[in-house]
């Protein structure tokens, strides 16, 4: 039998050397291929793992973001209340002298612009001003009190024996004069709310997201070091690290912008708005459309004056006079901020802010933020009346009719076809817009802050910033 068996093998040893190479091959193939699957699970696993790591991270520096403006817009509301104060207007309106009066039982007149009731100096026939304008003869009325006012007080003097100054009183501005300042501040401070949320919206992005990504390459570098791993080559020179110093004075720098830039910004809104409001009558009455109008050209007005160009020196202290007031005020030395880390970082931040993404996204933001604003004072304009309906359709005339009122048929189809838009007299509408740039900077919550922080062009600067190329070096 063995002598058989190795008959058979002497005859088909070819064939059998030729079936066990095949086979050998196939197993040596089949192990090569799985391992070699695993492997690449075993990468993609780690890739993932590695972009779910770089994800989170980056999310929750979007909510860092998030709360940072929050902390930080107080701050400027406080300055921008201040020095825009439309509050401070509304209280001289109310000292002007007016003919004395039996007091309304319940009646409050120290309310003020958040109380609710939206300037209730407007509604007051005391003013001269219930419809944008000022009553001539009422203006005349209180001057002449106040004259007669005058020269009682100083005969009064004279019989006490009392000497008064000889220099006059500075004189009181007119009703239409405050009604004209208001108009134009109340316009000016919700435009300086908008861009200044904007610009703070982004700055803080462009700054947590850069710190953001040094301190997760300082981690990786971190782990590959400590571990001797060298599967994983560094490409580039990379110096590390950004301390703590390096990462408090880099975040600092929006002081500047709270304190020092924001009045920049304040000036170059104030010029555009009184270019483009100072024309309009109180007494105008306009339609939502027109109001968008007013407001696309303050922009326009801005973007013609180069704001753009401008933000650079609104947004860091650039040159020696501004770095000096900058050091000087928040009592830092120049040889411990300015480190070779920081100077990186201040350059690629300045680096970001001229460059024509950052003017894409800020323009986006304003154009968001204007028609969130919009859609909020569309309910200050009232519902349209309805078209009156249509006849019934005219009879076909026959011979021996009379012709139909062709010019009655037409003027009643475009009373139909068109679309009637209501008005609102200017005036009524300044309440309306100084409260949302009160809202705007002190909303709680703050869904104008939520709008823009969540829009897809910042929500891009930020994960272009994050994933820029090496922002230590």
């Not at 008959?7 to 091959?25: D, E, M, N, P």
């Not at 030395?333 to 800020?362: G, N």
């Not at 909020?376 to 349209?384: A, D, I, R, V, Y």
């Not at 007299?425 to 100084?434: C, D, F, K, N, S």
């Amino acid at each position: 039998m063995l002598d058989g068996a190795w008959s058979f093998v002497r005859r088909h040893q070819r064939k059998l050397a030729i079936t066990a190479g095949v086979v050998g091959g196939l197993y040596y193939s089949g192990r090569l291929l799985v391992n070699r699957v695993v492997e690449m699970q075993a990468v993609a696993a780690k890739e993932r793992t590695s972009k779910e790591n770089i994800r989170r991270r980056f999310d929750q520096n979007q909510r860092d973001c998030l709360f940072t403006i929050m902390s930080l817009l107080p701050e400027l509301s406080e300055q921008v209340l201040h020095e825009v104060d439309v509050e401070r207007l509304i209280t001289e309106l109310r000292t002007i002298h007016r003919p004395q009066a039996s007091p309304r039982p319940g009646g409050n007149s120290g309310e003020t612009l958040e109380s609710g009731n939206a300037w209730s100096v407007s509604k007051s026939p005391s003013v001269g001003v219930a419809d944008g304008g000022a009553e001539p003869g009422a203006e005349a009325s209180g001057d002449g009190n106040t004259s007669a006012a005058g020269a009682a007080v100083q005969s009064t003097s004279r019989e006490d024996g009392v000497q008064t100054d000889g220099a006059a009183e500075e004189p009181r501005r007119s009703k239409v004069e405050i009604w004209e300042e208001i108009k134009i501040q109340s316009f000016a401070r919700t435009m300086i709310a908008v861009y200044a949320e904007s610009l703070l919206t982004m700055l803080v992005h462009i700054q947590l997201n850069m710190v953001g990504r040094s301190t997760y390459l300082d981690s990786i570098v971190s782990k590959l070091v400590d571990s001797n791993d060298n599967s994983v080559p560094l490409e580039g020179r990379y110096e590390s690290r950004l301390s703590v110093t390096d990462e408090q004075n880099f975040l600092m720098l929006s002081w500047w912008f709270l304190n020092r830039g924001w009045r920049q910004l304040m000036a170059q809104i104030s010029e555009a708005t009184n270019h483009c409001i100072r024309q309009l009558p109180l007494k105008e009455r306009v339609t939502h459309r027109e109001l968008a109008a007013l407001f696309s050209g303050i922009h326009q007005r801005l973007r013609e004056n180069g704001l753009v160009q401008s933000l650079t020196t609104v947004l860091l202290p650039l040159g020696d006079k501004n770095v000096a007031d900058y050091l000087t005020s928040n009592r830092l030395a120049a040889d411990q901020v300015f480190t070779p880390v920081f100077v990186r970082l201040l350059d690629q931040m300045r680096d970001v802010i001229e460059s024509t993404d950052f003017a894409y996204v800020f323009n986006s933001c304003i154009d968001r933020l204007t028609a969130q604003l919009l859609e909020s004072l569309q309910e200050s304009f009232p519902e349209p009346l309805p078209v009156p309906a249509p006849r019934a359709p005219l009879p076909p005339t026959v011979e021996g009719e009379t012709v139909p009122d062709l010019e009655g048929v037409v003027r009643e189809f475009e009373e139909f076809s068109a679309s009637p838009e209501s008005r609102v007299v200017i005036v009524q509408l300044l309440p309306r817009i100084a409260r949302e740039g009160h809202q705007i900077l002190n909303g709680v919550p703050n869904h104008y802050l939520e709008n823009v922080s969540a829009s897809r062009e910042v929500q891009a600067l930020s994960a272009a910033v994050y994933t820029a190329e090496n922002v230590a070096q």
